[in-house]
């Protein structure tokens, strides 16, 4: 009895596994990383690396690498992804480099605990804003959706092969445990978060704070995106 429940319950979740993917849509054609060194920067217990890698064959991105000044030589890693926030700020303010004031910035707080951690720029955001400047913010946010949505795509999938080349990345990198690499993140970093890890296997542990809502509250009424300044 116990059995069959469980093989019922292995083919349903297979089942939803491949649905999802299906709404995703196709993901790009990977390439080479190309990771980069830019700038680097001895802050209060740990170094902060400016790197810049190939997302696509088309786009190069750039994050912040914290890593402790002293630690294991094979180091555990976490993503950290920013919230919907301001958007010239993305990786900064996870990386502690621009942070409001009386919030905590999740990069230097893993690192202190021992992790290695790569802050990104979620598309629409810090360095993947509108180059042209015009239309930018939300505005901006809607245009790409609509671009992603006419190639078959969606900004979930977006999200999602940002944290699978940020764990390529991770993973290519020297001192680098490629087999305890976690995703963290509040708010639509949360999201974020989650949506990766159902499809991304070498993310092994997940921290989502707050980004979840129910349908009813979703719909009724409209939801505000948090401001930004």
């Given at each position: 009895?116990?059995?069959?429940?469980?093989?019922?319950?292995?083919?349903?979740?297979?089942?939803?596994?491949?649905?999802?993917?299906?709404?995703?849509?196709?993901?790009?054609?990977?390439?080479?990383?190309?990771?980069?060194?830019?700038?680097?920067?001895?802050?209060?217990?740990?170094?902060?690396?400016?790197?810049?890698?190939?997302?696509d064959?088309?786009?190069?991105?750039?994050?912040?690498?914290?890593?402790?000044?002293?630690?294991?030589?094979k180091?555990?890693?976490?993503?950290?992804?920013?919230?919907?926030?301001?958007?010239?700020?993305?990786?900064?303010?996870?990386?502690?480099?621009?942070?409001?004031?009386?919030?905590?910035?999740?990069?230097?707080?893993?690192?202190?605990?021992?992790?290695?951690?790569?802050?990104?720029?979620?598309?629409?955001?810090?360095?993947?804003?509108?180059?042209?400047?015009?239309p930018?913010?939300?505005?901006?946010?809607?245009?790409?959706?609509?671009?992603?949505?006419?190639?078959?795509?969606?900004?979930?999938?977006?999200?999602?092969?940002?944290?699978?080349?940020?764990?390529?990345?991770?993973?290519?990198?020297?001192?680098?445990?490629?087999?305890?690499?976690?995703?963290?993140?509040?708010?639509?970093?949360?999201?974020?978060?989650?949506?990766?890890?159902?499809?991304?296997?070498?993310?092994?542990?997940?921290?989502?704070?707050?980004?979840?809502?129910?349908?009813?509250?979703?719909?009724?009424?409209?939801?505000?995106?948090?401001?930004?300044?």
């Amino acid at each position: 009895m116990m059995s069959s429940r469980i093989r019922r319950r292995s083919v349903e979740l297979k089942e939803i596994d491949r649905l999802y993917r299906s709404m995703l849509g196709p993901f790009p054609e990977r390439v080479p990383t190309n990771v980069e060194f830019l700038e680097e920067e001895e802050c209060d217990g740990f170094t902060r690396s400016l790197i810049a890698w190939d997302n696509d064959a088309t786009e190069r991105v750039r994050g912040y690498l914290l890593r402790p000044t002293s630690g294991s030589a094979k180091l555990p890693a976490m993503m950290a992804f920013h919230g919907h926030g301001a958007w010239e700020s993305g990786k900064k303010s996870t990386a502690g480099v621009d942070v409001q004031e009386g919030w905590v910035a999740l990069g230097p707080t893993l690192v202190a605990r021992g992790f290695a951690v790569l802050c990104g720029d979620a598309i629409c955001w810090g360095d993947r804003q509108n180059p042209a400047g015009n239309p930018d913010g939300v505005m901006y946010e809607r245009v790409v959706a609509m671009r992603l949505l006419a190639e078959g795509r969606c900004m979930a999938a977006q999200y999602v092969w940002d944290a699978m080349r940020q764990c390529d990345v991770l993973q290519s990198l020297a001192g680098i445990d490629a087999d305890r690499i976690g995703a963290m993140g509040v708010s639509m970093g949360s999201g974020h978060s989650w949506l990766s890890a159902l499809v991304e296997p070498r993310i092994s542990a997940l921290v989502g704070v707050s980004s979840f809502y129910t349908y009813k509250a979703l719909y009724a009424p409209p939801i505000k995106h948090c401001s930004t300044r």
